[in-house]
């Protein structure tokens, strides 16, 4: 099956100089690697020689200058800028986690004196303040707040009789 040899549109004199300058000057090597590409095809390039000197195949070739000749420039942008899945924790319920860490537990019917970062998830998810998150995610807000948490100490009484008198020994 042969294919219909594409190329880019005939580019301006202001496209061709932008284009140059994305090249040289560029730090977003997804725009700058697809402007090689126009500039190529320009210059009487296939999709195919294109495709093996720049080391893409030639279906992406042909797919950067579609849509160079359908959108112009804006078409050299990345589309994806943050990848991976949205947050599950927004600034609202952030500021609402802080609060609850500077509240002190037993103002908030806790019976404890200090929070740590498990049981102020624990309450705060309970609460529905933030989402079920994991305590490395609350204990990077709190990071991120300046807010730290102190280790609470706990002491263990001896039944022994004692204890007392080996104590102070």
């Known amino acids: 099956m042969s294919q ?12 061709g100089k932008k284009l140059q300058r994305i090249i040289r000057r560029s730090s977003d090597p997804v725009e700058r690697r697809r402007a090689e590409i126009i500039l190529s095809s320009e210059q009487g390039d296939t999709s195919g020689e294109i495709a093996v000197r ?3 195949t030639p279906w992406y070739v042909r797919k950067v200058i579609h849509a160079f000749n359908k959108k112009g420039m804006e078409s050299l942008k990345s589309q994806y800028k943050n990848g991976g899945r949205p947050p599950k924790v927004l600034p609202e319920h952030e500021s609402e986690l802080v609060d ?4 002190p537990p037993n103002l908030t019917g806790q019976p404890f004196t ?6 102020l998830r624990d309450v705060a998810v309970k609460r529905k303040l933030i989402p079920d998150v994991s ?8 990071k991120k707040n300046r807010i730290s948490l102190q280790r609470t100490k706990t002491w263990k009484e001896s039944s022994d009789p004692q204890f007392d008198e ?4």
């Open 54 to 56: 720049l080391h893409f």
């Open 4 to 15: 219909r040899v594409i190329y880019v549109r005939s580019l301006t004199n202001a496209e």
């Open 100 to 103: 609850l860490a500077l509240t």
């Open 166 to 169: 080996k104590k102070t020994r």
């Open 114 to 119: 200090h929070w740590s970062i498990k049981k």
């Open 135 to 142: 305590e490395e995610t609350v204990r990077l807000i709190l």
